[in-house]
């Protein structure tokens, strides 16, 4: 009955776009998106150009709901009021839940928000939504600012060097330096500090001040309190889900030296491939057939699209909680360790009392961290999105090899630590900041860079990141500088 049921809305949908409903021109528009682009045509062409390509602009809610639920990019279910009829164009967008946000304002007769947040996205990406902001990518800000920590490693890195009349170095904390950096990927918090008049081709006219903005990162903290930017992978406003497939979209952050998955994936097999074949691959079809539009798996491939086979058999299900297919958290301080059940991170406390998920003797918060159990669930789901392509030896024995470039990177980190730990107790440094001084920049080179690329070259087949692009070479020569420097004579 629900195959017949989903044939049947296959054809009104066919019929509706025959009767012209699929052309960008005949999708009705709303009074008040025609009132935007009457000005915005030739105040900011770009905007309306990118708008009029998406499919925002060639669809209406109605008519995406009537798609097979395998064929459905909207999750809301059915949408009434001013969304039922029309395109999705600027009005609809720029003005949801105004009473939400502080970043409303008056706007040629209307009432717009300058930005436009996950939480106004769930008017027709509900599932979306919820999944992104329960993920670690959701709290990415929260999870370096609340984590005393993690901020304190931000703002070692961040604040402005000066020396004082004598030659003793001082630090600056510095906002913009650290919205620069590590917020611009991270997220920053977005508030209102009042109203500004601004000259524009249309005259004087008074908008919001906005602080921290522009940006972009995954975790930002937005005008209405939503966490998250839609924006970060499918960029506004033709929020191209090609665009979010693409590996290069996941490389504006997930690079080399701290996080080099993007680099990793170029060196690979599969880069090497998606380099040759990516102009006959379909980036937009929905679901993503795995072996017909795509012959090399992607960041999205592995980690968040719906992909199914040439019968439309399931593989892997959507998801924008981007670690729900992950069991090993390869990024730690100072040890990779089971991926935490909570993107909350900075409420988790070991054994030494520490916000972190590891002791720096490697004794894992087991009571905050996945268990056995849900290791194997999301090794299965990881490994069928292998199996699609490569046979059950071949993905067990890459799974087992990434285990293993765990395990020993671990035991290099472990030794790391001991020795800055005899670097305190012989009072060669100071520990109260793990972060500023030689020994220790050692130390956090031994885990964020090269542990870190080793495991990575591991987990995505990158062998020179294993070897010399700041692998085991660099690796081992870390290790060796600290013992020399904690055990030379005085």
């Given at each position: 009955?629900?195959?017949?049921?989903?044939?049947?809305?296959?054809?009104?949908?066919?019929?509706?776009?025959?009767?012209?409903?699929?052309?960008?021109?005949?999708?009705?528009?709303?009074?008040?998106?025609?009132?935007?682009?009457?000005?915005?045509?030739?105040?900011?062409?770009?905007?309306?150009?990118?708008?009029?390509?998406?499919?925002?602009?060639?669809?209406?809610?109605t008519l995406a709901n009537l798609k097979p639920e395998l064929q459905r990019r909207i999750s809301s279910g059915n949408i009434s009021g001013m969304y039922s009829g029309v395109a999705v164009g600027c009005y609809e967008c720029h003005s949801l839940n105004a009473e939400n946000h502080k970043d409303n304002f008056e706007h040629f007769g209307q009432r717009i928000n300058v930005v436009v947040s996950p939480n106004d996205c769930a008017t027709c990406h509900e599932t979306e939504?919820?999944?992104?902001?329960?993920?670690?990518?959701?709290?990415?800000?929260?999870?370096?600012?609340?984590?005393?920590?993690?901020?304190?490693?931000?703002?070692?890195?961040?604040?402005?060097?000066?020396?004082?009349?004598?030659?003793?170095?001082?630090?600056?904390?510095?906002?913009?330096?650290?919205?620069?950096?590590?917020?611009?990927?991270?997220?920053?918090?977005?508030?209102?500090?009042?109203?500004?008049?601004?000259?524009?081709?249309?005259?004087?006219?008074?908008?919001?001040?906005?602080?921290?903005?522009?940006?972009?990162?995954?975790?930002?903290?937005?005008?209405?309190?939503?966490?998250?930017?839609?924006?970060?992978?499918?960029?506004?406003?033709?929020?191209?889900?090609?665009?979010?497939?693409?590996?290069?979209?996941?490389?504006?952050?997930?690079?080399?030296?701290?996080?080099?998955?993007?680099?990793?994936?170029?060196?690979?097999?599969?880069?090497?491939?998606?380099?040759?074949?990516?102009?006959?691959?379909?980036?937009?079809?929905?679901?993503?057939?795995?072996?017909?539009?795509?012959?090399?798996?992607?960041?999205?491939?592995?980690?968040?699209?719906?992909?199914?086979?040439?019968?439309?058999?399931?593989?892997?299900?959507?998801?924008?909680?981007?670690?729900?297919?992950?069991?090993?958290?390869?990024?730690?301080?100072?040890?990779?360790?089971?991926?935490?059940?909570?993107?909350?991170?900075?409420?988790?406390?070991?054994?030494?009392?520490?916000?972190?998920?590891?002791?720096?003797?490697?004794?894992?918060?087991?009571?905050?961290?996945?268990?056995?159990?849900?290791?194997?669930?999301?090794?299965?789901?990881?490994?069928?999105?292998?199996?699609?392509?490569?046979?059950?030896?071949?993905?067990?024995?890459?799974?087992?090899?990434?285990?293993?470039?765990?395990?020993?990177?671990?035991?290099?980190?472990?030794?790391?630590?001991?020795?800055?730990?005899?670097?305190?107790?012989?009072?060669?440094?100071?520990?109260?900041?793990?972060?500023?001084?030689?020994?220790?920049?050692?130390?956090?080179?031994?885990?964020?860079?090269?542990?870190?690329?080793?495991?990575?070259?591991?987990?995505?087949?990158?062998?020179?990141?294993?070897?010399?692009?700041?692998?085991?070479?660099?690796?081992?020569?870390?290790?060796?500088?600290?013992?020399?420097?904690?055990?030379?004579?005085?």
């Amino acid at each position: 009955m629900k195959v017949k049921v989903l044939q049947g809305f296959s054809v009104v949908f066919i019929l509706l776009l025959i009767l012209g409903f699929g052309k960008n021109e005949d999708v009705p528009l709303s009074e008040q998106t025609k009132e935007c682009l009457e000005c915005h045509r030739s105040v900011t062409p770009g905007i309306v150009a990118d708008w009029e390509a998406s499919l925002h602009s060639r669809t209406t809610p109605t008519l995406a709901n009537l798609k097979p639920e395998l064929q459905r990019r909207i999750s809301s279910g059915n949408i009434s009021g001013m969304y039922s009829g029309v395109a999705v164009g600027c009005y609809e967008c720029h003005s949801l839940n105004a009473e939400n946000h502080k970043d409303n304002f008056e706007h040629f007769g209307q009432r717009i928000n300058v930005v436009v947040s996950p939480n106004d996205c769930a008017t027709c990406h509900e599932t979306e939504v919820k999944e992104y902001q329960h993920s670690k990518k959701g709290y990415a800000l929260d999870i370096l600012r609340k984590n005393p920590i993690y901020s304190l490693m931000v703002g070692t890195y961040t604040d402005i060097k000066m020396l004082d009349k004598n030659n003793k170095l001082q630090s600056r904390i510095s906002e913009r330096s650290k919205n620069q950096s590590c917020y611009a990927c991270h997220g920053t918090e977005v508030t209102v500090s009042g109203m500004k008049k601004t000259e524009t081709d249309l005259g004087e006219i008074e908008v919001p001040v906005l602080k921290n903005w522009p940006n972009m990162g995954v975790g930002r903290i937005n005008p209405d309190g939503s966490r998250g930017a839609c924006t970060s992978c499918h960029p506004r406003h033709n929020f191209s889900i090609e665009i979010a497939r693409k590996p290069s979209t996941c490389g504006q952050c997930h690079l080399e030296p701290d996080v080099p998955a993007y680099n990793v994936y170029k060196e690979s097999k599969h880069g090497t491939i998606y380099e040759n074949f990516e102009s006959k691959m379909n980036f937009s079809n929905v679901p993503w057939v795995a072996g017909k539009d795509f012959t090399a798996p992607t960041c999205a491939a592995c980690h968040n699209s719906l992909i199914t086979d040439g019968e439309n058999n399931l593989i892997a299900q959507r998801t924008h909680d981007f670690g729900s297919r992950l069991w090993v958290r390869i990024f730690g301080l100072p040890f990779a360790h089971s991926q935490p059940k909570t993107p909350k991170t900075f409420e988790i406390i070991n054994a030494d009392k520490q916000p972190l998920p590891v002791t720096f003797s490697n004794i894992p918060a087991k009571d905050f961290l996945i268990d056995e159990k849900e290791t194997a669930v999301r090794k299965n789901i990881m490994g069928k999105v292998c199996k699609s392509c490569h046979g059950t030896s071949w993905v067990n024995s890459h799974l087992e090899n990434l285990d293993s470039a765990v395990a020993i990177t671990n035991q290099m980190t472990k030794t790391a630590t001991e020795l800055m730990t005899q670097a305190w107790e012989k009072e060669l440094e100071n520990p109260e900041n793990p972060f500023d001084e030689p020994i220790e920049q050692e130390w956090v080179k031994s885990w964020l860079l090269y542990s870190n690329s080793i495991r990575y070259a591991a987990a995505m087949s990158g062998p020179d990141y294993a070897g010399f692009k700041n692998g085991w070479y660099d690796l081992s020569n870390c290790i060796h500088q600290m013992y020399y420097e904690v055990n030379k004579e005085k």
